[in-house]
């Protein structure tokens, strides 16, 4: 096997040249295992580094049991330490008659004296190193599970990229992103001596066998004052790259940073340092990310005092001079020692309650309670930690409102946060020696659920049922929907549905103020994709149809969106466009059979892009049309990236109603809702509420307008009326809070909205947030507007044409069935299209014969 060199070598260390009368290939004659005899080829050999320590391995010595010691003459050394880098071969257990072990010391046979190591001194005088195994010594191959107490395998423990990160993927072991690096096919275990006579010289070694074989490879001496295997825990540092030098993120698969290196130590992460406005923290808003140095990188390791960071250019830093203040690239990050309990109350109470939290130290690293990620995850499908990751910068995690944290003396940076109604704080503490407890108090400034209003998110992944209520709790959000699904040949949350528990209810043990229902998300790559929220019974499958990438390579189409709805309806569900209106497909004739009650706004992991114009673009063709479906808001949450309620619905529960996750799907059905980043709102048209219908007669009239606004979160700039996807009236506002009223003439039927438009100071305008609309029927003027409705005739049309073509078909009666489904559909736009006078061209999918 070529040479280990795991890391660089450590200037304190020395090779103490030693050399058997046998190659590891000559080994294979000895009275070893078959085991060992296999793996010979694998064992290290020529010039190594070893946890930092380097080793000349030559030709090993192998002691084997009932054979003669073996005396080996050395250089005079004079050394604090001698480090043997030495195996063993493995052991049968002994069995009775009975079939069972006797005295069983375990597969590594513990304390098993294996060989004496004699240490003989210039003056004559020895010392005598019992060598016992599962203490000095190991096996070759470790059981797992028999680690040694007093000596490591011969490579360092090293931290692991993350799945996305990796050059040969290992999705499960890669969620670590650490590896004890102590198996393989062959391990070498290190063992480290105090010399209790560091000024005799040493001039020889003995070597006594005892019980098995044990193969010497190499020893070294060094000159450090403490255990040189033995790592203190994890500090910071900031490294300050040269000019013009960018920095290179990546670690090789050796866990290695090319950059920056420890000899007797680990570099365990490394990246660009955090620049938060610290001098003006307590004035910035929640959730604002922080800028990424281009010179300074923040530096995680873990390390013996006397180690040295090597730099790139050659250059060596002794830790200690890093840690004293004394580095010039390099310098200290005060350690965080001081354990604080943080506790987070509303105001007028002593009871925690859930929030986001945001830590940060001087330096502008993160600091992570000791239950939660210091480096949170952001991938797709890789890690469920209750975490969130702005914009790939911004670190914070969820607490139930109490967090134990280690802190570092002098001033931390903390950020909390509840959701829409409550004020976010930015507070600025100094930590001292007596810090034990720091208390927030949270502030409820919007009383939005006091009349009734409760927020949810539509649409959320791959979380437990238990870390969505978690989640959705310190967000502020009343209903989380976690959505199984299949994507390809994975399935996700299939086990936690069972068509009939509400977590966090009353029912269930919960306080009834925060829950999670789990529903599906159906979906077919092509046709589209479909959430069936809340219902009852059998889950409703397949879940994905079609193929790639949603269904499995093979799976025909056997299932329409409009049949998912329909089925979902029977049994007591609710119907939602996801992330509306993509896919752009069958979902036209969805809503035209009647069979969607919400069409979703949705956010991913954009904190400042708002409700997108094209969702609402799309979802403005349907109403002018006359289909009432409500608005919501979900974040299609499937990693870290996203926060729960990032863009959320409001819906409005009677006064007299309970909050149950029933009357929660019924006012959404009822269409008394809105959407929002931030801002909440009123809105009534003549008194009726959002999702209303108020009827005319044929020669309309003026009704009168009343909303309200306000935001703790996003400063609102605009209020807008949007009648019949126009911009009818326009305002600028307060940015916390405002109310007005206005007076529209209606002369033909039409839907009136409201739309608030607002932005961090530093951030474009957007769209932050839309009710649901109220819609006004004048007599003898129906909704519609034929270009509209011809858009949404050529969709269904599209969605036939796949279904004849290139999708996948299923059994001729599944077919046939479907496209009567689309043809029904089809059939009634195009029927209205000619009642209102309107004729367009012939298709191929009003002639198609169910049968071709």
């Known amino acids: 096997m070529p040479a280990v060199v795991d890391g660089p070598r450590s200037p304190l260390f020395h090779p103490l040249p030693i050399e058997g009368d046998m190659s590891f290939t000559e080994l294979a004659q000895l009275p070893i295992s078959e085991e060992m005899r296999q793996a010979l080829e694998q064992a290290p050999s020529g010039e190594c580094v070893c946890w930092g320590i380097p080793f000349q391995v030559r030709r090993p010595l192998a002691l084997v049991e009932g054979q003669r010691a073996l005396r080996l003459s050395l250089e005079p050394v004079r050394a604090p330490w001698l480090v043997f880098l030495h195996t063993s071969d493995l052991r049968p257990l002994l069995w009775n008659r009975d079939g069972f072990i006797t005295a069983s010391r375990g597969y590594a046979r513990l304390g098993e004296h294996a060989a004496d190591y004699v240490v003989i001194y210039e003056d004559g005088s020895e010392e005598r190193l019992t060598i016992r195994r599962r203490h000095q010594i190991g096996p070759f191959q470790r059981p797992w599970g028999e680690n040694c107490f007093e000596a490591v395998a011969h490579q360092k423990p090293r931290p692991v990229r993350a799945h996305h990160e990796q050059l040969h993927p290992s999705w499960g072991r890669s969620q670590t992103r650490v590896d004890a690096a102590d198996s393989g096919p062959w ?195 890789e890690d469920y930690s209750v975490d969130f990751v702005h914009q790939g910068s911004h670190y914070c995690t969820y607490i139930p409102g109490e967090a134990r944290l280690k802190l570092p003396l002098g001033r931390v940076y903390i950020e909390i946060a509840k959701g829409f109604e409550i004020r976010p704080l930015r507070r600025v503490v100094e930590v001292t020696p007596e810090t034990k407890e720091i208390l927030f108090e949270l502030e409820k400034v919007l009383p939005w659920r006091e009349r009734g209003w409760v927020s949810a998110d539509t649409h959320v992944h791959f979380l437990s049922p238990m870390a969505a209520l978690l989640e959705g709790a310190a967000e502020g959000v009343n209903v989380v929907n976690l959505l199984a699904s299949q994507w390809g040949e994975l399935m996700t949350n299939v086990g936690d549905f069972d068509g009939k528990t509400t977590w966090g209810s009353l029912e269930a043990g919960g306080d009834g103020e925060h829950l999670v229902r789990v529903g599906t998300e159906n979906r077919q790559h092509v046709l589209g994709h479909i959430s069936l929220l809340g219902y009852q019974g059998p889950i409703i499958a397949p879940m994905t149809t079609g193929g790639p990438d949603e269904s499995a390579l093979g799976d025909p189409i056997e299932v329409l969106l409009t049949e998912w709805a329909r089925q979902c309806h029977r049994q007591g569900g609710l119907v939602v466009l996801p992330h509306f209106p993509n896919p752009r497909a069958e979902h036209a004739a969805t809503i035209v059979e009647g069979e969607v009650d919400a069409v979703e706004m949705t956010s991913w992991g954009d904190l400042y892009s708002g409700i997108n114009p ?49 009357h929660w799907m019924e006012a959404v059905r009822r269409g008394e809702t809105f959407v929002t980043y931030g801002p909440l709102l009123e809105f009534w048209v003549d008194g009726h509420p959002m999702g209303s219908r108020i009827k005319m007669p044929s020669s309309g009239g003026t009704v009168d307008i009343t909303w309200e606004v306000a935001s703790v979160t996003v400063p609102i700039s605009r209020v807008e009326l949007v009648v019949n996807g126009e911009i009818r009236e326009s305002v600028a506002v307060d940015p916390a809070e405002a109310q007005g009223n206005w007076s529209f003439k209606v002369e033909k039927s039409s839907w009136l909205a409201l739309l608030v438009r607002g932005h961090y100071p530093d951030k474009p305008e957007i769209i932050a947030a839309h009710s649901s609309p109220v819609m006004v029927e004048v007599e003898g003027s129906p909704f519609f507007a034929a270009a509209d409705a011809l858009t949404i005739l050529e969709q269904i049309e599209g969605a036939l044409a796949y279904l004849d073509t290139v999708g996948t078909r299923a059994e001729t009666r599944a077919y046939r069935r479907m496209r009567l489904i689309l043809e029904s559909a089809h059939r009634k736009i195009h029927n209205r299209l000619h009642e209102m006078g309107y004729f367009h061209e012939h298709t191929a999918a009003e002639d198609h014969p169910a049968h071709h």
């Open 187 to 381: 391990v070498n275990w290190l063992w480290a001596w105090a010399n209790p006579h560091p000024e005799k010289a040493i001039v020889a070694l003995r070597l006594e066998p005892a019980n098995g074989v044990v193969i010497l490879s190499a020893v070294s001496w060094g000159q450090v004052s403490t255990q040189p295997l033995r790592w203190r825990p994890r500090r910071k540092a900031i490294f300050a790259l040269p000019e013009g030098v960018p920095f290179q993120p990546t670690l090789d698969e050796r866990g290695l940073l090319q950059q920056l290196q420890l000899d007797l130590g680990r570099v365990i992460s490394a990246m660009p340092r955090f620049l938060y406005p610290d001098e003006t923290w307590e004035e910035t808003y929640n959730n604002q990310v922080p800028q990424l140095s281009e010179r300074e990188v923040l530096v995680e390791y873990t390390a013996h005092p006397e180690a040295h960071f090597h730099l790139s250019s050659g250059q060596m830093v002794p830790v200690a001079e890093v840690e004293a203040g004394r580095g010039e690239s390099l310098r200290p990050i005060a350690p965080a020692t001081q354990w604080v309990t943080l506790r987070v109350v509303q105001k007028g109470s002593s009871k925690p309650v859930p929030v986001k939290l945001h830590v940060h130290g001087e330096a502008g690293e993160y600091l992570a309670p000791i239950d939660r990620h210091r480096i949170p995850n952001p991938a797709w499908f």
């Open 614 to 662: 094209y969702s609402l673009a799309d979802w403005y063709r349907y109403l002018n049309c006359g289909y009432m479906v409500a608005a919501v808001g979900g974040t299609d949450k499937m990693t870290a990236l996203t926060a729960i309620g990032t863009v959320r619905t409001y819906a409005r529960i009677p006064p007299l109603w309970p909050f149950t996750y029933e």
